[in-house]
C-alpha cells in the first residue's frame, strides 16, 4: 500500500509459492530425463504432477490486484484487466486486506478451510505412500542376494493415484463428515474396497518369483506353442544373449527362434522367418544355474526376467528372458547339468 489513494493486493506466500514452482520445474526436469535414460514410459505420467503444481503456483504468485483514482486493475500470467472508475471498498481484517469490491468486480482473499487443510494432509500422506511401497519392497527382499533387482513399486504407485480421484475430492468437500448421508457413505465405502483390491493386486504383482526347477513340459508355464499356429511350427521368444559372441554378434539378438524344423537361433526381429538368423551351438552349452535378474546385467532386460548361466565350451555366457520363455529355451538343450562345484537356485528356497 504506497498512500490512501492506491491500494496493492498480492497473494500471502510469494516465497513458498516460488518454491513450489522451482520444485514442480526440477520434478518435471527430473521426470522427462529418467524417461531418456531408462526408457520407462511411466516418467512423464509422473511428471505431470509437478508440473501442475508448478503451473498453478507461477500462476498465484504472479497475480496482482491494484486500485486507484483512475480504477481497478488485476494481472494474472497470461492476462491484465483494467476497469475505469468505479471506488472501491476494502475490506481488512488485523490489519490484512480481505477484499476489495468495486461496482462490477471483487476481490477475495483466500482463507484455507478445514476442507483445504484435509486435502492437502491426505495429498501429503498419499506422496509419502510411494517411498513407503519402494522401503516395503527392499524388507520384503532381504533375504534375497545382493544385488538382485528389485521388483517396481509402480504398481503401489497406481494403486495411490486411483485412491487420490476418490479420496482428495471427499477431504475437500466432507473433511469432518464422511459418513454423515448415504452419498459421503457410499462414496467412503466404495473408495475404500477400491483402494483396498488395488492394494492386494500390488502386492501380488511385485511378489517375487525365484527360478524354480524345470519340471516336465507344461509345468513351468512355458509357451508351447502360439494361438492359431502349428503345433510344429516355429516360436520366436523375446530373449537375449548379454555376451558378444559368434552366434550374438554385436549383441544383435532380441528373440530366439525354437520349434520347427531348424535348431535354436539367435535373430535380431520377432519373426516371422529365419532372416539374419544364427544358430545356436546347442551341443557346447551347459546349463549352471538359473536365477533373477541383478544390478550389475545389462539394463537392456526387464527386472522381472530371469537369467541363465550357460557354459560355451568353457567360455561364461548369459541367457535373460521371461521366465516361461527361458524354460522353453532351456528345454531345447539336449543334456541340462548343473556342476557339482558351482552354486546354483534352479530350486526356490
Same mark, same amino acid.
Given at each position: 500500500?504506497?498512500?490512501?489513494?492506491?491500494?496493492?493486493?498480492?497473494?500471502?506466500?510469494?516465497?513458498?509459492?516460488?518454491?513450489?514452482?522451482?520444485?514442480?520445474?526440477?520434478?518435471?526436469?527430473?521426470?522427462?530425463?529418467?524417461?531418456?535414460?531408462?526408457?520407462?514410459?511411466?516418467?512423464?505420467?509422473?511428471?505431470?504432477?509437478?508440473?501442475?503444481?508448478?503451473?498453478?503456483?507461477?500462476?498465484?504468485?504472479?497475480?496482482?490486484? /491494484?486500485?486507484?483514482?483512475?480504477?481497478?486493475?488485476?494481472?494474472?500470467?497470461?492476462?491484465?484487466?483494467?476497469?475505469?472508475?468505479?471506488?472501491?471498498?476494502?475490506?481488512?481484517?488485523?490489519? =490484512?486486506?480481505?477484499?476489495?469490491?468495486?461496482?462490477?468486480?471483487?476481490?477475495? @482473499?483466500?482463507?484455507?478451510?478445514?476442507?483445504?487443510?484435509?486435502?492437502?494432509? $491426505?495429498?501429503?500422506?498419499?506422496?509419502?505412500?510411494?517411498? $513407503?511401497?519402494?522401503?516395503?519392497?527392499?524388507?520384503?527382499? /532381504?533375504?534375497?542376494? @545382493?544385488?538382485?533387482?528389485?521388483?517396481?513399486?509402480?504398481? +503401489?504407485?497406481?494403486?495411490?493415484?486411483?485412491?487420490?480421484?476418490?479420496?482428495?475430492?471427499?477431504?475437500?468437500?466432507?473433511?469432518?463428515?464422511?459418513?454423515?448421508?448415504?452419498?459421503?457413505?457410499?462414496?467412503?465405502?466404495?473408495?475404500?474396497?477400491?483402494?483396498?483390491?488395488?492394494?492386494?493386486?500390488?502386492?501380488?504383482?511385485?511378489?517375487?518369483?525365484?527360478?524354480?526347477?524345470?519340471?516336465?513340459?507344461?509345468?513351468?508355464? =512355458?509357451?508351447?506353442?502360439?494361438?492359431? =499356429?502349428?503345433?510344429?511350427?516355429?516360436? +520366436?521368444?523375446?530373449?537375449? +544373449?548379454?555376451?558378444?559372441?559368434?552366434?550374438?554378434?554385436?549383441?544383435?539378438?532380441?528373440?530366439?527362434?525354437?520349434?520347427?524344423?531348424?535348431?535354436?537361433?539367435?535373430?535380431?526381429?520377432?519373426?516371422?522367418?529365419? +532372416?539374419?538368423?544364427?544358430?545356436?551351438?546347442?551341443?557346447?552349452?551347459?546349463?549352471?544355474?538359473?536365477?533373477?535378474?541383478?544390478?550389475?546385467?545389462?539394463?537392456?532386460?526387464?527386472?522381472?526376467?530371469?537369467?541363465? =548361466?550357460?557354459?560355451?565350451?568353457?567360455?561364461?555366457?548369459?541367457?535373460?528372458?521371461?521366465?516361461? @520363455?527361458?524354460?522353453?529355451?532351456?528345454?531345447?538343450?539336449?543334456?541340462?547339468?548343473?556342476?557339482? @562345484?558351482?552354486?546354483?537356485?534352479?530350486?526356490?528356497?
Amino acid at each position: 500500500m504506497s498512500d490512501a489513494r492506491e491500494v496493492t493486493c498480492r497473494p500471502r506466500w510469494t516465497g513458498a509459492l516460488w518454491i513450489l514452482v522451482g520444485l514442480g520445474a526440477a520434478g518435471t526436469a527430473a521426470a522427462v530425463a529418467l524417461r531418456a535414460y531408462t526408457g520407462v514410459h511411466a516418467w512423464p505420467a509422473v511428471g505431470v504432477l509437478p508440473a501442475l503444481t508448478g503451473l498453478v503456483a507461477l500462476w498465484k504468485c504472479t497475480a496482482r490486484l /491494484r486500485a486507484d483514482a483512475r480504477g481497478l486493475h488485476s494481472r494474472t500470467l497470461l492476462r491484465r484487466r483494467s476497469v475505469p472508475g468505479d471506488r472501491v471498498r476494502l475490506t481488512l481484517w488485523r490489519g =490484512e486486506v480481505k477484499a476489495v469490491a468495486g461496482d462490477r468486480h471483487t476481490w477475495r @482473499d483466500h482463507t484455507a478451510g478445514v476442507g483445504d487443510l484435509a486435502m492437502v494432509a $491426505a495429498g501429503l500422506t498419499l506422496l509419502a505412500g510411494y517411498p $513407503a511401497a519402494r522401503m516395503l519392497l527392499r524388507v520384503r527382499s /532381504r533375504r534375497r542376494p @545382493d544385488g538382485e533387482v528389485l521388483p517396481s513399486a509402480l504398481p +503401489f504407485a497406481a494403486a495411490l493415484a486411483v485412491t487420490a480421484l476418490w479420496l482428495l475430492p471427499l477431504c475437500y468437500l466432507h473433511p469432518t463428515a464422511p459418513f454423515a448421508s448415504p452419498t459421503t457413505t457410499t462414496w467412503t465405502a466404495l473408495g475404500t474396497v477400491t483402494t483396498l483390491t488395488l492394494v492386494v493386486w500390488a502386492w501380488r504383482a511385485t511378489r517375487i518369483r525365484p527360478p524354480g526347477p524345470l519340471g516336465p513340459p507344461g509345468q513351468t508355464g =512355458e509357451r508351447l506353442v502360439r494361438p492359431g =499356429e502349428p503345433a510344429e511350427g516355429e516360436v +520366436f521368444l523375446p530373449a537375449r +544373449f548379454l555376451e558378444a559372441t559368434a552366434y550374438n554378434p554385436h549383441r544383435f539378438g532380441t528373440h530366439v527362434v525354437v520349434g520347427g524344423d531348424g535348431p535354436p537361433a539367435v535373430v535380431p526381429h520377432s519373426g516371422p522367418g529365419r +532372416f539374419a538368423a544364427r544358430p545356436v551351438p546347442v551341443s557346447r552349452l551347459t546349463l549352471q544355474r538359473v536365477r533373477r535378474a541383478r544390478g550389475d546385467d545389462p539394463g537392456v532386460i526387464p527386472g522381472d526376467w530371469h537369467v541363465a =548361466e550357460l557354459d560355451d565350451a568353457g567360455t561364461p555366457v548369459r541367457l535373460a528372458a521371461a521366465p516361461a @520363455d527361458l524354460a522353453r529355451i532351456l528345454r531345447e538343450l539336449p543334456a541340462r547339468r548343473t556342476r557339482p @562345484d558351482q552354486p546354483s537356485d534352479l530350486t526356490a528356497p
